[in-house]
């Protein structure tokens, strides 16, 4: 590609998503008619030009057989993706899409504009970290944060494990049998477990994210948007993030930088989203709202909501809920596209969880508890099969391994939508809530549907406090974490999902048998489970 023509596309990605479709636009000013296609290429777009000076362009040419005959067809073909169909009546000619968009991409000097403004992690101020990293997990004592957050080992070694040592998500089986989180009472869950992610249908065809990998982007814009309608240098005066899932020393840098980079003072807040014990959570996320909308207002270019300050007197509000909340009232408020929102959390570990924030409103994301865990399990010379720990793999590699694993994952989720790239997907809740009350859903979720009511701040809250009381417990805390409750694999002692072991096995036992008692076995377990659900 032309270089000034890929400026030209670099500098209008900061303030305008990539088209995605599928879709075809026609327009027409009297003087030209054309039509684009989307970057995809997901709509057919044909068209016919005639020995008689007529052009006939459409998704089926043959529509005018008697104009489109073969003997006066003096030129045919398809629309490419990405292309533009021009036709110039003053000049009487079909303009090609390599001249006019070389015109418009050099009428002012993108690539300079781009050079001078676009901001990197690289130029943010790197002299000083906030904290070294080991020096930081054990003040923080891992172990005790993980209860609080609702780790166990087996999420350790079931789920973190693997992406740590191998790059790629954790293989499972298809489909997901357990009771629906708003139906379980038997443990607190996450609230990512109350949602469950939509796919493409009919109008959005998926796309292969390996085979069409040259049309998927992870690249993240965080800070304030300029004006669509401007030719601004300062436009593409941004943050500009390969990948939305942050290292601990790249939000460092930019907790730290407050200058003036590229043309813009750069600057960040951090919003406490921790609450203490005589502080209700509605009261929490009110606190957290005012304070990004007072953020804002001050001239902040970034909002950091962390759970850091996690004590034995403060107890973490879900990430989830903190983005959500802060999220909508900055739309409200009319303010969201003057900031970027940058998610710092113990929380989020996985794929799910991630797709989820940046669904709801994240720009990045520094899990840093999961990182805290990697260097651990990187320290300890521990057998991995029986205690989550991992051998011959360094601090650096594993991080590496994790983010690849999560950012492949993030491509594989939104090209199920048929979207390619993460800008289109950032912010716009392609997901179905189950078991959430209207009371929650309307604060931090508004616009998700949620078929089904379900729990409310104060059973959120209960089961947060619940979870940060046993981690100060040293009793409950080793029992929590060593407790493999079967989230993952199933246990005896876990969650009771629909297709038991017993389930499976007595119904062939009474068919090798054709043992009438052995069957009326099964059939009364599965009453009993159908009872229990």
Request: charged fraction near 25%; glycine fraction near 6%.
């Amino acid at each position: 590609m032309d270089e000034d023509k890929k400026a030209f596309y670099a500098y209008n990605a900061n303030v305008m998503e990539p088209w995605d479709g599928p879709a075809l636009l026609c327009f027409s000013d009297s003087r030209y008619a054309g039509a684009v296609l989307d970057r995809n290429g997901l709509r057919p777009a044909r068209y016919v030009v005639t020995k008689d000076g007529r052009i006939v362009f459409g998704s089926e040419v043959g529509v005018l057989p008697d104009v489109t005959r073969p003997d006066n067809v003096a030129r045919k073909g398809r629309l490419k993706p990405g292309k533009m169909f021009l036709i110039d009546f003053e000049r009487a000619e079909l303009v090609k899409d390599r001249l006019y968009k070389q015109a418009v991409a050099s009428m002012l000097p993108y690539k300079d504009f781009v050079a001078k403004h676009q901001i990197h992690l690289s130029d943010l101020d790197s002299q000083k970290l906030e904290y070294p990293l080991k020096d930081q997990y054990e003040r923080l004592n891992w172990r005790m944060l993980m209860p609080i957050f609702n780790w166990t080992y087996e999420a350790v070694a079931q789920i973190l494990q693997p992406m740590a040592q191998e790059g790629v998500d954790a293989l499972g089986s298809m489909g997901n049998d357990e009771a629906l989180a708003c139906l379980n009472t038997e443990m607190p869950m996450l609230m990512y477990n109350y949602f469950k992610q939509l796919f493409a249908q009919v109008t959005n065809p998926p796309i292969d994210p390996i085979r069409e990998g040259i049309v998927m982007s992870l690249d993240s814009y965080v800070g304030p948007e300029g004006d669509l309608c401007s030719r601004d240098p300062q436009n593409c005066c941004r943050l500009l993030l390969k990948t939305p899932i942050l290292r601990i020393e790249d939000l460092a840098k930019i907790k730290q930088t407050e200058a003036e980079i590229r043309g813009r003072h750069w600057r960040t807040i951090v919003i406490d989203c921790t609450f203490s014990l005589d502080e209700s959570l509605e009261d929490a996320l009110s606190r957290i709202r005012d304070q990004s909308r007072e953020g804002v207002c001050a001239g902040c270019s970034a909002l950091i909501l962390s759970d850091r300050a996690v004590s034995q007197d403060r107890i973490p509000v879900s990430a989830l809920l903190s983005c959500g909340a802060v999220h909508h009232s900055l739309l409200e408020a009319r303010l969201r596209k003057k900031v970027g929102i940058i998610v710092e959390t113990g929380e989020a570990r996985e794929l799910h969880h991630m797709c989820l924030l940046l669904g709801f409103g994240a720009d990045a994301i520094c899990p840093y508890l999961s990182y805290q865990i990697i260097a651990e399990l990187c320290e300890a010379d521990r057998d991995p099969s029986t205690s989550g720990g991992t051998t011959h793999l360094t601090y650096d590699r594993g991080v590496a391994n994790y983010i690849k694993a999560l950012s492949d994952g993030i491509l594989k989720v939104i090209s199920k939508m048929g979207i390619s790239t993460l800008e289109s997907y950032k912010g716009a809740q392609i997901f179905e809530a189950v078991g959430l009350s209207e009371q929650v859903t309307r604060t931090c979720f508004n616009g998700v549907s949620s078929r089904i009511s379900g729990i409310n701040f104060a059973r959120i809250e209960k089961d947060a406090v619940s979870l940060h009381r046993a981690a100060f417990d040293v009793a409950q805390s080793v029992a929590f974490l060593e407790s493999n409750n079967g989230s993952v694999h199933w246990r005896p002692s876990g969650p009771s999902p629909l297709h038991t072991p017993q389930a499976i096995t007595i119904p062939q036992q009474a068919r090798k048998t054709n043992s009438r008692p052995t069957f009326e076995a099964f059939t009364n377990a599965a009453d009993a489970d159908t009872y229990k659900f």
